[in-house]
């Protein structure tokens, strides 16, 4: 199970790192990094969607095959028709180490980061879901979804007595959350956390864009350590 769930996690990975280099291929390095998970996911997303409008039931087969053969795609097209190097899909020229340019405030920054973002990532696997929207919504449509293998599933049955309006949101949210269920997790909380450490990776290139590593990292810290967060 859990060899099945990191496979699908690189395979999200990895399409949605192909989809952001077809993207903007000029994006700093930890911005396509952050970006592609959220990206995969929700390509896959789509997919799925398209998939169940002609009657083709979700399954980790499906995600597997659809994710390997999509990111092939974009593969041959980046490189064989748009010419793009590795160095380019890499961002190779972000990369840039030199003993002299160490500095420690940053470090101590990332450290501190680190602490907190893995206690909030402690926090939310351990913590069950309680919010009714949750539980209601979110969570019991990505369950259905998962089991049954349909967005329009047996969760919109007028004689069902749990039916709430809560199951008409949109599906993106609920898709996410379904991912770790294909793969046989109890829990969904996996794939939350990744799109957190995702957003935190990405901020922190945004940021780095325009500032130094020791303002980044500072500003990051900041944000990622609202209460909103922790």
Do not use: C
């Amino acid at each position: 199970m859990y060899f099945q769930i990191v496979f699908l996690f690189i395979i999200l990975f990895g399409l949605g790192f192909m989809l952001v280099n077809a993207l903007d291929r000029r994006l700093h390095l930890a911005q396509k990094v952050g970006a592609s998970y959220p990206l995969g996911v929700a390509y896959m997303s789509i997919l799925m969607v398209l998939m169940n409008m002609l009657g083709q039931k979700f399954s980790f087969s499906f995600l597997i095959l659809g994710g390997v053969m999509s990111a092939s795609l974009l593969a041959v097209y980046l490189i064989r028709i748009r010419e793009f190097a590795v160095k380019d899909l890499l961002s190779l020229k972000d990369v840039k180490f030199s003993f002299k340019s160490i500095n420690l405030p940053p470090f101590l920054l990332l450290a501190v980061l680190v602490f907190i973002v893995s206690g909030i990532i402690e926090k939310s696997l351990y913590w069950p879901t309680f919010s009714y929207d949750g539980v209601a919504g979110y969570e019991q449509m990505a369950r259905t979804m998962a089991y049954e293998g349909f967005i329009n599933n047996s969760i919109f049955d007028p004689l069902n007595s749990y039916a709430t309006n809560r199951h008409i949101y949109p599906p993106l949210g609920p898709m996410v959350l379904a991912m770790p269920y294909y793969v046989g997790l109890t829990s969904s909380k996996i794939s939350m956390a990744i799109f957190f450490v995702s957003m935190v990776i990405y901020f922190w290139g945004t940021i780095k864009q325009h500032t130094t590593h020791t303002l980044a990292m500072l500003t990051t810290l900041l944000i990622f350590s609202t209460p909103e967060y922790v």
